[in-house]
């Protein structure tokens, strides 16, 4: 039986190593000292942009190279990371006052203060392309009140907004860089961080040096680390036990058992606070968060029923079973079991006679086509869209499978070209941050364009409340609610497997599948 264990990142202390050995082709001398780590990802990020990216494998390694204002403790607490302290909020809760760290420096060595805080803010919060537009959506303006003094005022209270401040948004950018490279930034990027980016030679290999100007440089071992894009799991298993690697993520479990039968390996699990599923795209005509919010042409979208039939003929754990050994969580809530705004949902489950009888109703002849975009380079994903194939086609859906390279399959995603589109989210604390960004009709990864009225209410009442047992029922009723239309469909939490390298130690491995590095090393003698 799995043992759940939410919310905890692990920090991997690992055995030694023969002497010589390195994790990931770095040579490495005394136990602890500096080395050269290479961690294989499963796919390539789009951009290493923290306001632009829409990747789970960019958010995996920005905590690499980019802090933020904030931070998240194994339990749950949110404490200061690029800030002194936590905000002073004003009583009507509409303005935060941030105290932040004096004497930083950014990678490239200018000053860390106040305005470089509000040139990122700004930026992340009303640029076109950015992705943490909704997010940030409370804010009406960040000034500079001294070099170490940001203050925000928000059109109306936001209880998430610390949290929000504690994830990609609160990632501070050098507005020199910012300056020099425009929107390429992303090519080149550089924040405040234990490591400096060295060089991107191809888009499936990223290159990041230990950083001359980290403040807390003392506690970083690693001379380098190498992001590697190795797309097969089972050939990121074998790099791993060859040690041709030294950390390797999204382990598949078919590939477990011998990484942990291996001496010199070992995996790290983490029960995700992100999810599994797939949009049906609604109201996407012509890109996201772009009125008017039409319907496609297309079956699911014009009906609601249908969209519920779709639903009804999946058994989640089957697919589990099938899929991922049983390894996941069925679900059809964004929120984790373990956040105290949680509601059991109640989940419907496979029920073919239902939705046979919806398919009848709709007086659409049969099968009904579906589209299902996939990432080409996942074959858990190609496996469980294959599954999903299988269980639609008994209630009336033929479904076709097209596999696109991750980015192009994001960009298709954004313009509204899909019927369906399996995704996951790595996953947020505060349950606004995996529910608003789906759903606000102004956001960015809002794919299928949802707009409904009562859910943004519902979704507005719960960000500005601080009551734990009011946002409590809220997000019942917006579960509830996202359930009825089906715009987004949860299926499963993930578990997270991360395999290492008995050399490497350090790691802190963190729920939203984030790594962070600063802490590691590479070991070698016995």
Not at 438 to 446: L, R
Request: proline share 7%; charged share 15%.
């Amino acid at each position: 039986m799995l043992v759940r264990r939410w919310l905890a990142p692990l920090v991997f202390a690992a055995a030694l190593l023969a002497a010589g050995c390195s994790a990931g082709g770095g040579t490495t001398g005394a136990a602890g000292t500096a080395g050269n780590l290479t961690v294989a990802i499963p796919a390539a990020p789009d951009t290493l942009d923290p306001a632009l990216t829409q990747s789970r494998y960019a958010a995996a390694i920005m905590p690499t190279y980019c802090e933020k204002l904030f931070a998240v403790t194994p339990d749950q607490t949110i404490v200061p990371m690029l800030a002194t302290a936590l905000p002073t909020v004003s009583p009507d809760g509409k303005t935060y006052t941030i105290k932040l760290r004096s004497g930083v420096q950014f990678n490239d060595g200018t000053p860390f203060d106040a305005q470089a805080v509000k040139t990122s803010l700004d930026r992340s919060r009303t640029d076109k392309g950015s992705a943490q537009v909704t997010n940030l959506s409370a804010i009406q303006d960040v000034s500079v009140t001294d070099p170490a003094t940001v203050t925000l005022t928000l059109k109306s209270p936001s209880t998430p907004l610390t949290s929000v401040l504690a994830d990609r948004a609160g990632m501070i950018l050098s507005p020199t860089a910012l300056t020099k490279e425009g929107a390429q930034f992303g090519t080149a990027p550089v924040c405040v961080g234990p490591f400096s980016f060295d060089s991107r030679p191809s888009s499936d290999r990223i290159v990041f040096k230990k950083s001359d100007y980290y403040y807390d440089k003392n506690q970083v071992k690693l001379n380098q680390v190498t992001f590697q894009v190795v797309t097969q799991p089972n050939i990121r298993a074998t790099n791993l036990k060859s040690g041709d690697v030294g950390l390797a993520m999204d382990i598949a479990p078919a590939d477990m058992a011998g990484i942990e039968g291996n001496p010199s390996t070992t995996l790290l699990t983490q029960n995700s606070l992100g999810y599994r599923g797939f949009t049906i795209n609604v109201a996407n005509t012509h890109g996201t968060g772009v009125p008017p919010y039409t319907h496609p042409n297309t079956p699911l979208a014009q009906s609601q029923e249908l969209r519920q039939a779709f639903v009804l003929s999946l058994d989640r754990d089957a697919i589990n079973k099938a899929v991922y050994n049983g390894q996941e969580y069925p679900s059809c809530s964004p929120i984790s079991s373990a956040n105290p705004l949680y509601s059991d949902p109640g989940c419907p489950g496979q029920d073919l006679t239902k939705a046979k009888q919806l398919v009848a109703q709709s007086g659409i002849p049969t099968p009904i086509p579906v589209t299902v975009i996939i990432g080409a380079s996942d074959d858990l994903q190609t496996k469980l869209a294959t599954v999903i194939q299988s269980m639609a086609k008994e209630a009336g859906f033929a479904v076709t499978i097209k596999p696109e390279e991750n980015v192009t399959a994001g960009n298709d995603a954004q313009k509204g070209n899909f019927d369906i589109y399996m995704n996951s989210w790595s996953g947020r604390l505060d349950p606004d941050q995996n529910i608003q960004v789906f759903w606000s009709p102004t956001s960015t990864i809002n794919y299928s364009n949802a707009n409904y009225p009562d859910l943004n209410a519902l979704l507005t009442q719960a960000t500005a409340t601080s009551d734990t047992n009011e946002r409590k029922t809220l997000y019942r009723q917006i579960v509830q609610l996202q359930n009825t239309y089906l715009d987004n469909v949860v299926l499963f939490h993930d578990r997270l497997v991360l395999g290492a390298s008995k050399s490497v130690q350090g790691v802190v491995f963190l729920p939203n599948d984030a790594l962070e590095l600063k802490t590691a090393s590479i070991t070698s003698g016995s």
